[in-house]
């Protein structure tokens, strides 16, 4: 063994007695690390990715931890930077500081969310923080959720569960309906359910994207009238490229007519169900049977952070309990990796309960409230005569000037996204109705107003 394996030794795991000295000296130099990222961000830009960035692949002997921190560093200098001013291109908002060391305290442990038996403390803290969250939202005691890691798996989650709630297994004639302005994981779900392009449903939206009712019901009548089984509604609380918010109080009152199971993907507007904010359509989410909110997409909870709240925790366990011969079972406690797709699973729940514990609810609604003023603030100072502007009650706005065709608009918004980011204004580029358009999400904490001011006049002129 060579003298440097010998010397690493002492680093391969924390010590379970004395003062863990290396470990310690570690965390600080990685902190310090990161923290002089965070704060050099303007020298940097959003996204100051360098072409010629390369990292080395593990080799035969290990490195010095002298020689890591250096490659951190370089890693760091050429990775996308949220904290920056100009970050405003998707829903990927500064991480909150107590959501970091949520991660850090989740990595430390290591502690398992298949069972419980792996993760005791923590398994009641993810069934607690869900239960709370989904009492908060009008669920009654049946109430309870899962975390997941992201949007896309809670969604999954979701409709497997319907499905099986439907008693439709494979049944190549299910189909499930969402509005043409659903998010694309619902493509991906259908795939990974074993079904096709057929089995998804768009129902038109209308000049506000929010799903239109007329065409639901059309599309419904369709339905039965072909002997398709519906398995489940999503209804988008918050779409992707306008923040738009579909008519929850209808289309919960034709899934209760119909008995048909009710999904909201509350990826990006879910959360401000535990806020006293009015919008609209909150007061009605409790008619869902299963809710995904995101915490990493708007208030800056670490990735990933995602919940899959449902109004009948049975319905989870119906659908994905399978039993584990090699894990022991406590009475009257759920294994969590039985209730959902996940098998083993980190404590992400932590830097979630931390989040929710330093800012409170009022923290949170500061967040909410400034993100959406920041987008008014926006709308009221762009050009009104010169651009086609799409939004709704949440904080996302989607823009191009008036009068492009597609072509052009591709053209346009590649120019301007180049432009806007040699002035360290990152924004993103969705296409949507056959078009490309320049989008801001204006979620990011660091973003003044002056900010703003100054991406406007890029614009505008
Ligand atoms: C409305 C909506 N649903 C689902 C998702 C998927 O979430 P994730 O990327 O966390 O899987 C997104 C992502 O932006 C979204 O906007």
């Known amino acids: 063994m060579t003298e440097d394996l010998i010397k690493k030794r002492d680093i391969y795991f924390p010590s379970y007695f004395g003062g863990n ?47 890591l921190f250096t490659e951190i560093e370089s890693l760091l200098k050429s990775s996308f930077n949220p904290v920056h001013p100009g970050s405003l291109a998707h829903l990927d908002p500064p991480p909150l500081i107590f959501s970091i060391l949520g991660d850090l305290i989740a990595a430390g442990l290591n502690n398992n969310l298949l069972a419980y038996e792996l993760s005791p403390s923590i398994t009641l803290l993810e069934d607690s923080l ?34 099986h709630n439907a008693g439709l297994g494979s049944d190549p004639n299910s189909v499930l309906l969402v509005s043409e302005d659903a998010h694309s994981s619902l493509v991906k779900c259908i795939r990974i359910m074993g079904l096709d392009k057929k089995n998804l449903i768009k129902i038109k939206t209308d000049n ?24 489940a509604i999503v209804a988008t609380f918050g779409t992707t490229v306008r923040g738009a918010i579909d008519p929850i109080k209808d289309i919960s ?50 990735k990933t952070s995602s ?24 009475e009257n406690i759920l294994n969590r990796g039985e209730i959902g797709i996940q098998g083993s699973r980190p404590a992400e729940v932590i830097k979630l309960w931390l ?34 502007i799409y939004s709704g009650p949440l904080h996302i706005v989607s823009f191009l000037p008036k009068g492009l065709n597609p072509k052009d608009s591709d053209i346009w918004t590649q120019n301007k996204v180049n432009e806007l980011m040699k002035h360290n204004f990152m924004l993103s580029r969705p296409k949507f109705k056959g078009k490309y358009f320049l989008r801001a999400v204006m979620g990011n904490y660091n973003t003044n107003e002056s900010h703003i001011s100054k991406l406007l006049n890029f614009l505008n002129n």
């Not at 535990?274 to 299963?290: D, H, R, V, Y």
């Open 21 to 67: 000295d290396n470990l310690i000296t570690l965390l600080n130099t990685a902190t310090q690390i990161l923290c002089d990222w965070f704060s050099k961000a303007e020298n940097y830009g959003p996204l100051p990715f360098d072409e010629n960035f390369n990292f080395i692949l593990p080799e035969e002997e290990g490195n010095s931890a002298e020689v």
């Open 130 to 163: 869900c239960k709370w969250f989904a009492m908060k939202i009008g669920f009654d005691d049946s109430s309870g959720g899962i975390a997941a890691s992201g949007g896309t798996l809670s969604n999954l989650n979701a409709l497997i569960a319907a499905r």
């Open 208 to 231: 506000n994207g929010r799903m239109n009712i007329i065409d639901l019901r059309r599309t419904l009548d369709k339905c039965s009238k072909e002997n398709k089984k519906i398995f």
């Open 253 to 302: 009152e034709i899934c209760k007519e119909r008995n048909i199971w009710l999904h909201i993907d509350g990826s990006i507007g879910g959360i401000f169900a535990i806020t006293s904010i009015p919008i609209e359509g909150l007061n009605n989410i409790n008619k869902a049977n299963s809710i995904t909110i995101n915490p990493q997409k708007i208030i800056g909870i670490t």
């Open 307 to 330: 919940l899959l709240l449902v109004a009948n925790m049975r319905t989870l366990v119906n659908t994905f309990s399978t039993g584990l011969p090699y894990i022991s079972s406590k």
């Open 355 to 388: 989040g929710f514990r330093f800012l409170g609810i009022n923290g949170i609604e500061d967040i909410l409230k400034t993100s959406i003023n920041r987008k008014e603030f926006f709308i009221h100072n762009i050009c009104k005569n010169k651009f086609e």
